[in-house]
């Protein structure tokens, strides 16, 4: 990380690395399990420079101001199998609660001190809690 880079910008490199660790952990176990196909369009995973952008899984989270949200600003987060093959919904839901079951585990130890919660807000899990971004 560069000097350079600002804090937000570091606290979301920090974030990005807890989404990239999981994704590997979930490619992995993938691999063994082989009930999707990856998007004809996506490089196998680890090829590319980005995770997000390979591999049978596509996870992230974006910042909102959580304006009309049970739990106020914090990250939406983002976790979508990249695939062509029909996923049903009950899938869907067990894949984000496994995505959201790893981002509690892994959070404390990429935050240390910082009280983060992942949790349902509507029909999407949410990153919220201390967003102050930490000492200058």
Known sequence: MSGSQSRLERWEARLKKVFDEIDAELETASGRNKKFRRHPNRPPAGATSNREDDGLFDLGAAFTVGIGSEHGPGYVVQ?????????????????????????????PQAFPGVELHVDRDGPVYKIHGDLSLGAP
Do not use: H, N, S, Y
């Not at 199998?81 to 959201?100: C, M, N, R, S």
């Open 79 to 107: 976790a979508r199998i990249a695939t062509l093959d029909a996923v049903p919904p009950g899938t869907q839901e067990k894949f984000e609660a496994e995505v959201a079951r790893r981002l509690k585990q892994k959070l």
